[in-house]
């Protein structure tokens, strides 16, 4: 059974720094994984997907990159604005687009 | 882009009633959407995959009986939970691949959830 996980469970920077969330999976048989931020009651936005033979993949001040043998993927974020502040999620698809998703990384930015 | 509209935002309910959510895709049709149920500070759970004119496939440890999910049209799904209780207080979030032909691979868009609560 594939398990999620991320590190750290939540995380509190001031503006303007460079961060760095950590996801790792137990399964590496999967078909690509996806970044996904949430704000408080709401639903998902998709930021990222990767697919499986894919290294990494970039929108704006996002990166992220997968290590499929090893199991890791690690989301960066540039020059951090509070409006990043939000809970973000990674997710593995396995077979049929099921999602296994992580428990999250509650990111505050702060002034 | 694809629009996945989740309806409504919010319910309130009685123990015992039953509540129905509808996942509509706006822009695009949809065979396979998939509902995903969210605990407060726990991730999202997988709990069954609605097929259109088909039967849906629960999760494991999921009772079909009581999470009825029906996928009339290929713009519509709906999730009703019967004789709620207050242990069924929770997220409730659908979504759908942006593509009628699901590959393992088809990008997903999710509605903005159902918070349920039921006293």
């Known amino acids: 059974k594939q398990e999620v996980t991320q590190i750290p469970a939540a995380l509190s920077v001031p503006e303007g720094e460079n961060l760095v969330l950590n996801c790792s999976f137990t399964d590496s048989a999967i078909y690509n994984l996806q970044w996904f931020r949430q704000d408080p009651g709401k639903g998902l936005t998709s930021l990222l997907l990767?697919?499986?033979?894919?290294r990494e993949q970039t929108s704006g001040r996002l990166n992220a990159s997968l290590d499929k043998s090893s199991g890791r993927s690690t989301l960066y974020i540039a020059a951090s604005q509070p409006g990043d502040s939000a809970t973000y999620l990674c997710a593995v698809a396995g077979g049929g687009n099921k999602l296994t998703f992580g428990t999250g990384t509650q990111l505050k930015v702060e002034l | 882009g694809a629009v996945v509209s989740q309806h409504p935002s919010r319910v309130i309910c009685k123990s015992g009633t039953s509540v129905k959510i509808e996942c509509r895709s706006l822009?695009?049709?949809?065979?396979?959407m998939f509902w995903y149920r969210q605990f407060p500070k726990q991730s999202l759970m997988l709990m069954a995959t609605s097929n259109e004119g088909s039967k849906a496939t629960y999760e494991q440890g999921v009772e079909k009986d009581k999470f009825l999910i029906n996928h009339a049209s290929l713009t519509l799904s709906t999730l009703t939970v019967t004789s709620a209780h207050p242990e069924d207080s929770s997220f409730y979030i659908c979504?759908?691949?942006?593509?009628?032909?699901?590959?393992?691979?088809?990008?997903?868009?999710f509605g903005n959830g159902t918070r349920l609560t039921v006293t």
């Open positions: 979504s759908a691949p942006g593509t009628i032909a699901v590959s393992n691979n088809s990008p997903l868009h």
């Open positions: 822009d695009f049709q949809a065979t396979t």
């Open positions: 990767i697919q499986s033979s894919q």
